[in-house]
Nanobody
Framework: QVQLVESGGGLVQPGGSLRLSCAAS????????MAWYRQAPGKQRELVAA???????NYADSVKGRFTISRDNAKYTAFLQMNSLKPEDTAVYYC????????????WGQGTQVTVSS
């Protein structure tokens, strides 16, 4: 079992920045892939960015060039640096971790709200 705890959400104006953190605990040796997903009201949950233990990353087209995912393998922590935020980035952001490099894992965090509004 892996437990995930997110932090760093909040209210920010358009064009601003936020940094999300996701700390993993428990059976962390199982983790290959860590990822961020988001879900806006009335919409399906979608992948934002993912990173493997080897450092391979992938991003949703809508966030490329604005968001950066990174991880500290020694501390089993993942980060999402979000710059040039737009109102359409408003959503609950969820951390995900798992043992497969190319698909969501079984472990989810509780979510953190990101609101982009003036």
């Amino acid at each position: 079992q892996v437990q995930l705890v997110e932090s760093g959400g909040g209210l920010v104006q358009p064009g601003g920045s936020l940094r999300l953190s996701c700390a993993a605990s428990g059976s962390t040796f199982m983790i290959i892939r860590m990822a961020w997903y988001r879900q806006a009201p009335g919409k399906q949950r979608e992948l934002v960015a993912a990173i493997t233990s080897g450092g391979s990353t992938n991003y949703a087209d809508s966030v490329k060039g604005r968001f950066t995912i990174s991880r500290d393998n020694a501390k089993y922590t993942a980060f999402l640096q979000m710059n040039s935020l737009k109102p359409e980035d408003t959503a609950v952001y969820y951390c995900n971790a798992g043992s497969w490099p190319n698909r969501p894992g079984a472990s989810w965090g509780q979510g953190t709200q990101v609101t982009v509004s003036s």
